[in-house]
């Protein structure tokens, strides 16, 4: 007599590969505080969905369209969700974009604070003068300078940061300007 075999119905494989494939963009957003575009989840989401949406048709089970809504549904709350103030700065603060004037740079950034928060650099006792400061994710190099409030500024830019709090007071939104215009933007993390 034939022992029935249990239906292999792949929920264990569905769910599985639902918590792996959920578990870049939650280090991605929740550890780190990276703002990822919109456009960069749907991309994800529909890579996942090659793998995922084979294994739920095959052998169809509740369960397992269930897991890929819930898979999907948490893409969408790690997207929509301020995890950390760093997540809502990158986001404005990507939105600058060269040839925008000042004015417009500083709407976009206005609800947060201007400046370093950083003495400046000792050189010749008063100023930051013939100091150059290093952005090592970048590489780029600025002059630095002593701002009007006494804090350490780099030439030809305007710094805005999110928060004073220890993980992220040196997260830096620098916009360099010329001539009043926006030439670029990068982020400098902690």
Not at 156 to 182: M, P, Q, T
Request: charged content about 20%; glycine content about 8%; overall charge neutral.
């Amino acid at each position: 007599m034939d022992t029935p075999r249990p239906k292999s119905g792949g929920l264990a494989k569905v769910c599985l590969l639902a918590v792996i494939a959920i578990l870049p963009p939650v280090l991605i957003e929740i550890g780190e505080g990276i703002y990822v575009p919109l456009r960069t989840y749907l991309v994800y989401a529909g890579i996942s969905s090659l793998v995922l949406v084979p294994l739920v048709v095959s052998r169809y089970s509740h369960g397992k369209v269930v897991v890929y809504i819930a898979f999907l549904s948490s893409l969408v709350v790690l997207w929509a969700v301020p995890w950390t103030s760093r997540k809502c700065f990158l986001k404005d603060l990507h939105s600058i974009e060269p040839g925008m004037t000042l004015a417009d740079a500083e709407s976009r950034m206005k609800k947060y604070m201007k400046g370093t928060g950083w003495s400046p650099y000792p050189s010749d006792g008063n100023s930051s003068q013939g100091v150059t400061v290093r952005i090592l994710d970048t590489d780029s190099t600025y002059a630095a300078q002593t701002s009007p409030n006494g804090e350490l500024a780099l030439s030809g830019c305007v710094i805005y940061r999110h928060s004073n709090d220890a993980a992220f007071n040196s997260d830096w939104g620098i916009v360099r300007l010329e001539e009043g215009k926006v030439v670029g933007v990068e982020f400098s993390p902690d």
